[in-house]
């Protein structure tokens, strides 16, 4: 018994490791939203660019939660609940390591849209969209570590609202293009963005 007891401290102190290196990324992902939205809103081409950097940390993380969850499976051979929590945290690490990569993906349309104007009531639709996503994904996270059920369902449910304010201003920016074919380029990156923080919604909903 009291090898079993030994074994399962070790399994829940690895365990513990690798939920630590989830929420290092996860805090990473979360800056990177908001980070990635404010480089477009204010026009910030540094902060732009420290995004696109932070996504390589984000990388690096994912790499090592994927190497210490499989050595933890190799060295504790966990069973039914204990092999699923880590293979969840494999799960987890994915959807945060695509977060990151959307978040460059904004950061880099944010470059070139330093040199064009705003159109509309965009930049406050995205805003609102990123703050939305960012706080799915940290209740997300949240919900994982305290095991709150009710917390992950409001998650999941808030995912709607994502893709209303996704599909309303997506509709404006037909408006724009219809109006004038000129807009077409500029909206096409907006879209873009849009898009992108639909997909992190969608990714946050996972994790729930």
């Known amino acids: 018994m009291n090898s079993e007891h030994h074994i399962a401290s070790a399994f829940d102190r690895d365990l513990e490791a690798v939920q630590a290196l989830i929420m290092k990324m996860g805090g990473l992902a979360e800056a990177a939203i908001l980070d990635a939205a404010q480089a477009l809103e204010t026009r910030d081409e540094e902060l732009a660019e420290q995004v696109r950097r932070n996504d390589r940390a984000i990388d690096g993380l994912e790499e090592q939660v994927n190497t210490e969850a499989a050595r933890l499976i190799a060295l504790r051979a966990p069973t039914a609940t204990d092999l699923r929590t880590v293979l969840t945290v494999i ?6 390591e695509r977060v990151g990569d959307y978040a460059k993906n904004i950061a880099k349309r944010a ?6 104007p705003a159109v509309g009531g965009s ?43 996704y599909n309303a201003l997506f509709r404006e920016l037909l408006t724009y293009m219809m109006e004038d074919p000129r807009n077409i380029g500029l909206c096409m990156h907006l879209h873009f963005i849009a898009k992108n923080l639909e997909r992190m919604g969608d990714h946050a909903t996972t994790i729930a």
Request: proline share 0%.
């Open 91 to 96: 799960k987890i690490g994915s959807s945060l």
């Open 123 to 165: 930049r406050g639709a995205l805003r609102r969209m990123a703050r939305t996503v960012e706080a799915m994904l940290r209740d997300s996270l949240d919900a994982y570590i305290q095991r709150d059920a009710d917390l992950a369902r409001d998650v999941r449910n808030r995912d709607q609202e994502v893709d209303q304010m």
């Open 111 to 116: 470059t070139v849209l330093t040199q064009i």
